[in-house]
């Protein structure tokens, strides 16, 4: 069992940035896979990047390339996700997901876990 926290949203004007993060608790975060997640007013929740258990290769969503970046502190039981160059485009309510493995699902079906959601508001 993992219980994830996201924390760190807020409002932003467009162009900046923001640091969201989701801290895990329960047993064996290493072994876990994270996904960020987002859904918009109205649409359906969106894959917007992941990370594996070693940390390598994370992935992204085309939308967020270049401006997102992801990473994870193992030690400290705890996964980043790095927003930067905001547009009005990307306010949503954010969640963190886990799934247990190395697969990095870009599905919400293929998480197991998830937070409550933080919400991030860009503003034009």
């Known amino acids: 069992q993992v219980q994830l926290v996201e924390s760190g949203g807020g409002l932003v004007q467009a162009g900046g940035s923001l640091r969201l993060s989701c801290a895990a608790s329960?047993?064996?975060?290493?072994?876990?896979?994270m996904g960020w997640f987002r859904q918009a007013p109205g649409k359906e929740r969106e894959f917007v990047g992941g990370?594996?258990?070693?940390?390598?290769?994370?992935d992204f969503v085309d939308s967020v390339k270049g401006r997102f970046t992801i990473s994870r502190d193992n030690a400290k039981n705890t996964v980043y996700l790095q927003m930067n160059s905001l547009k009005p485009e990307d306010t949503a309510i954010y969640y963190c997901?886990?799934?247990?493995?190395?697969?990095?699902?870009?599905?919400?079906?293929?998480?197991?876990?998830w937070g409550q959601g933080t919400q991030v508001t860009v503003s034009s």
């Open positions: 990370i594996n258990r070693s940390g390598e290769r994370p």
């Open positions: 329960g047993r064996a975060f290493t072994r876990y896979t």
């Open positions: 997901a886990a799934v247990f493995g190395t697969a990095l699902p870009s599905d919400a079906a293929g998480y197991d876990y």
